[in-house]
C-alpha cells in the first residue's frame, strides 16, 4: 500500500512538474528564431524574406486600395527596395515573391522598372504610370545581453499612389539571436 501510494504521488509530481513546465515555456513568435548552441545565421536568408512578404501581401489586400483604383486592375510599379543591413541578400528575392503574389489576385499588374511618373511626359507613356508604387527597406538592429546576440531585421513597406501619397504601410519584424560559446 505504502508503494501504491509513493506511485500516486511520483506521478501527481511529474504531472505538476510537467503542466508548470509548459505553462512557463515561453514560445518564439513566428517572426523569431530561438537562441542557439549551434550554428544559426545572424543574417537574412530565403525562409526569412518569405516570412516578411507573407505578412506583406495580406495586409496590402485586405487594405483594399487596390480595389479602389481608377483602372482595374490597377497598375503597379516596383519601386526601390533598400537594404540597410550589414550583410548583403538579393533584394529580387523579397521584391519577385511579392510581385507573383500579387499578379496571382488579379488585381493588379506590374509596371516594370524605370516607368514612374516623373519618366517622361508623352500620352502614351502616361497611360502605362503606375497608380501604384511599392518600396519598401529592410534596416538591422544589434543587441547584446551577456552571451546573447540579437539581430532584428524591420522590414518597411510602403505604397504610395500616383500623387506620392503614401496609401498603405506595414513594418514586420524578424528576430534572430545566437549564444555565444561560454570561455570565447
Not at 151 to 174: C, G, H, M, P, R
Amino acid at each position: 500500500e505504502s508503494l501504491e501510494k509513493q506511485t500516486r504521488i511520483a506521478y501527481a509530481c511529474l504531472a505538476a512538474g510537467l503542466l508548470l513546465t509548459g505553462c512557463a515555456t515561453k514560445h518564439p513568435t513566428p517572426n523569431q528564431t530561438t537562441p542557439s548552441h549551434g550554428d544559426v545565421t545572424m543574417g537574412l536568408d530565403a525562409q526569412d524574406l518569405m516570412v516578411a512578404s507573407d505578412a506583406a501581401v495580406p495586409s496590402l489586400l485586405e487594405s483594399g486600395i487596390f480595389d479602389r483604383a481608377t483602372r482595374r486592375p490597377a497598375m503597379l510599379g516596383i519601386g526601390r527596395f533598400e537594404n540597410r543591413t550589414s550583410g548583403s541578400f538579393d533584394m529580387d528575392l523579397l521584391t519577385g515573391q511579392i510581385r507573383s503574389a500579387l499578379l496571382e489576385t488579379g488585381k493588379v499588374v506590374v509596371v516594370e522598372r524605370g516607368h514612374n511618373a516623373t519618366d517622361s511626359s508623352s500620352q502614351a507613356d502616361a497611360l502605362s504610370r503606375p497608380d501604384f508604387t511599392l518600396s519598401g527597406k529592410v534596416i538591422e538592429s544589434r543587441a547584446r545581453t551577456g552571451s546573447v546576440n540579437q539581430s532584428t531585421y524591420i522590414f518597411q513597406f510602403s505604397l504610395t499612389d500616383s500623387n506620392n501619397l503614401t496609401v498603405w504601410a506595414k513594418e514586420q519584424e524578424i528576430s534572430k539571436f545566437t549564444r555565444r560559446n561560454p570561455g570565447f
